[in-house]
């Protein structure tokens, strides 16, 4: 085998393209680990405020959107969280779990990228960066399938796995290169979207709120006839609605366009575990306003200014049945029409990508392209807030250096 040939060459040093490269140079294969930026893991580096929110106690595929939902079962069932928690408590790194199952490094996320680059290390990887590929060509030649043009030389594989990411945080080089290399082979891609990504809210439906920016609050939000809700705290701001409930129901939101229909609202319950109805009856004559009641539950501020928005600042005895009815409906279904989203640049994830059709769920080889794999954001499969994403990268990239 000449120097630039290679059983496996990974594009993407990244969370899933470290892991595949780990597992199939221990498997004994010679792998080649390509990334265009100087540094590796940056997702990785920044991702939990730096601390890593590296996979998740509770995860299924019911934690992921796709067009095929069941796609992720295979890689989730054979390489799970319990089995990265493993990996991470061999390299002794201390971590911690805070809220709905969420695991994050006590000290630092760099530990993370040095476990796996130790893990590489360990299988022999070599590694490429900055690289940039200029081109990509199927060949037939001694069982090498795939030569490489770079701007350093050209290269050779008999395996080729595109673990590139998607769209989310250019800042820190994300790229379409992936999508392209599909495109190239002709494989279907799912248009991406920004993913648990800040909503944005038209003038006139954010003007009113404008007292409100800077009020955090906990809630639970769904989208419009679809299944669950999202319990957890959000933000209102001078351009919209963020926080983790508004981040987790952008990913439904946005899914609703692969459906061709019209887009519907997002539901926000003010009050959420509580029976609104059942609360205020007891207060239905007396002379203490909606805005002092709901302060028991929601900040003194919002709830005034929320209450102002509304025209509902009379002693909750002069208001009429009508009035209490529609402060019960709308305090636990504040329906709001997204303008849009605030874009890749704030987004933590990609919505979309490779169609999973294209994909074998057993080794994420496609089914077309013998040789060419694809792992990790690049795929059609966005798994929710609280590291999700990082177990897919982990499942996905675990699952291809099995086959590569």
Known sequence: MNPTDYDVIVIGAGAAGMMCAAQAGQRGRRVLLIDHAAKIGERIRISGG???????????AENFLSQNPHFARSALARYSQFDFIKLVQRYRIAYHEKTLGQLFCDDSARQIIDMLRAECDAGGVQWAQPYSVHSIERIDDNGLRFELVTDHSTLRCQSLVIASGGLAIPKLGATPFGYKVAEQFKLPVIAPKPALVPLALAPETLAPLEALAGASL??????????????????????????????????????Q????????????????????????????????????????????????????????????????????????????SWTLMPAGTLGYAKAEVTLGGVDTNALSSK????????????????????GWLGGYNFQWAWSSGWVAGQYA
Request: with cysteine; net charge neutral; charged share 20%.
């Open 363 to 382: 080794t994420m080889e496609t089914k077309t392209i013998s040789g060419l794999y694809f792992i990790g954001e690049v795929v059609d499969v966005t």
């Open 218 to 255: 906990d809630v639970a939000t769904h989208c419009e006839n679809q299944p669950g809700e999202f319990r957890e705290s959000m933000l209102i701001t001078h351009r919209g609605l963020s926080g983790p409930a508004i981040l987790q129901v952008s990913s439904y939101w946005q899914m």
């Open 257 to 332: 366009e692969y459906g061709g229909g019209k887009k519907l609202p997002i539901v926000i319950d003010l009050l959420p575990g509580v029976n609104a109805a059942d609360w205020i009856a007891p207060h239905r004559h007396s002379k203490i306003t909606l805005a002092s009641l709901l302060a028991e539950h929601l900040p003194k501020r919002f709830a005034q200014e929320w209450c102002a928005l509304h025209n509902w600042t009379k002693p909750l005895a002069e208001h009429s049945r009508r009035d209490l009815d529609s402060m019960i409906s709308t305090l636990k």
């Open 50 to 60: 730096g601390r890593c929110n590296f996979t998740n106690r509770n995860i299924s």
